[in-house]
């Protein structure tokens, strides 16, 4: 079995294309807009998880211990 990784700073279309288990994983954490048809072709194309989770004053940690839980691997780059 490979490994489900999050890569943080990849947008979240790059993230669903790569991987469509993650929109309802997003969708759980608040991002319920990102289910809207059309949202992940528009909005998902420039927007990563942090920027979404700022958008939307949600506590990124917990969206990333969320991801953890179901088995992902959460990356990030620090800068």
């Known amino acids: 079995m490979a490994d489900k990784t ?3 700073n990849r947008t ?3 993230l669903c294309t790569a991987d469509p288990g993650i929109l309802p994983l ?3 954490a608040g991002f319920t807009e990102i289910t809207r048809p059309g949202m992940l072709a528009t909005a998902g194309r420039f927007m990563t998880i942090p920027k979404g989770a700022a958008l ?3 506590d990124l940690e917990m969206i990333k211990r969320m991801f953890e839980k179901q088995g992902y691997i959460v990356k990030e780059e620090t800068k």
């Open 12 to 14: 979240v279309h790059e």
């Open 6 to 8: 999050l890569d943080l």
């Open 26 to 28: 997003l969708a759980a």
């Open 56 to 58: 939307k004053k949600l």
